[in-house]
């Protein structure tokens, strides 16, 4: 039987790729996102309680409102915007979940699709797959700043939509206000919908602030915001993600929602909400605490000659890695000799400046870290 033709060329991404390498050789694995950090005990006994209690049947397909309200109220307090509980929020199956269904209930076929290099490479992967048209706009490192004039260049007669991931995934700019605006005059005339993913909005670095698209003057109207549990509560299996936008179109993400995945999982949903009851300070700690392991895993690479960029949100590193040859050829060589393992730049980009990089996640326990940063340094 054939395959779709939408697949064709597609093959499983380079970050799971690499946990199996790393498993291959026991070694330590800085490739995907794993975030094997404790998850805070308000969150674990939220959803334990849960199911003893028996909270084990279906949530409305847009959340249980215990966590829609909690998340009204996170929004307001740090993202600077409102949502209505009751019509804007569609609690899904993780940030990609968010992602799938809005870009199904938003977009048709053959629409272009707006993406910054280097992107994250499944909002690449689940446009191809829905049979969107990809465009790009590459940013330059170190500060990956976006240029309204390149921006506007940028958007043809199909673009549909652009996707803004802050703190990005792989690069960790954070966009500034400025950007930002420059990003609202460009969707208005050009009548874009804009997609963010903010998985990673709490942890960013020397104090800078974390700008919401939608919180900017013009897009609210216009963006469906992305934001997921997995980072902020160290819950990467437990698949919970959020979009939030005007009522018509999350009305429609969640009918989307529905038909794909009935439901997120409720006694999670329930833990989660209770997590949101954490005081701030858990969320702060959560700055801090990744600095200090942005700053051991940065100078670790600096002395194994993989000089990085370093990131100002995020829990990634792009780090230059042509001393060990072309990107696949470097992460296996990294792998091999300091059995630690990293992603191919080629995973985040079309062409050549991926293969000039490897992405390494420091969220991981110090002592874990410490071990891998051991390694990579006499390699
Ligand atoms: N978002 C994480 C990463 O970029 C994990 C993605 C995944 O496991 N598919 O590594």
């Not at 996707?163 to 005339?189: F, H, I, W």
């Amino acid at each position: 039987m054939r395959i779709a033709r939408r697949l064709e060329g597609l093959v499983q991404s380079d970050i799971r790729r690499m946990t199996r390498e790393c498993e291959r050789v026991s070694g330590i694995n800085l490739g995907q996102g794993i975030c094997d950090l404790p998850t805070p005990p308000l969150v674990r006994d939220g959803a334990i309680a849960a199911i003893r209690e028996g909270r084990s049947t279906y949530s409305f397909a847009e959340g249980t409102p215990q966590l829609r309200e909690a998340i009204a109220r996170k929004l307001e307090r740090d993202n600077g915007f409102r949502a209505d509980p009751a019509t804007e929020i569609c609690v899904t199956v993780g940030a990609s979940g968010a992602f799938a269904a809005t870009i199904s209930a938003l977009l048709d076929p053959g629409d272009g699709l707006l993406l910054f290099e280097p992107y994250y490479g499944y909002h690449l992967n689940a446009s191809l797959v829905a049979g969107f048209e990809p465009r790009y706009l590459t940013l330059q490192p170190p500060d990956f700043t976006l240029r309204e004039e390149e921006l506007e260049r940028a958007v043809d007669a199909k673009t549909r939509a652009v996707v803004v991931c802050t703190p990005s995934n792989p690069s960790g700019k954070m966009y500034s206000r400025k950007d930002l605006e420059a990003l609202a005059r460009v969707a208005q005339r050009h009548d874009l919908l804009v997609i963010t993913d903010e998985i990673y909005e709490y942890i960013r670095y020397q104090g800078r602030e974390h700008i919401s698209p939608a919180s900017i003057p013009g897009l609210r109207d216009r963006t469906i915001s992305i934001m997921g549990l997995s980072k902020t509560f160290s819950i990467t299996g437990w698949r919970l993600g959020y979009a939030v936008g005007p009522a018509r179109l999350i009305g429609a993400v969640t009918l989307v929602n529905d038909l794909y995945y009935v439901c997120a999982p409720t006694p999670l949903q329930l833990g989660a909400a209770a997590g949101f009851a954490a005081p701030r300070a858990y969320f702060d700690e959560l700055q801090s605490s990744y600095q200090r392991k942005r700053d051991i895993l940065c100078e670790a690479l600096s002395s194994a000659r993989l000089p990085p960029i370093v990131p100002q949100g995020a829990y990634y590193v792009l780090a230059d890695c042509t001393r060990f040859g072309p990107a696949q050829e470097a992460a296996m060589t990294v792998l091999d000799r300091a059995r630690v393992a990293s992603i191919p730049g080629t995973a985040f980009y079309r062409g050549p400046p991926g293969d000039r990089l490897l992405r390494f996640c420091f969220a991981k326990e110090d002592g874990v870290l410490e071990e891998a940063c051991q390694r990579l340094r006499s390699i």
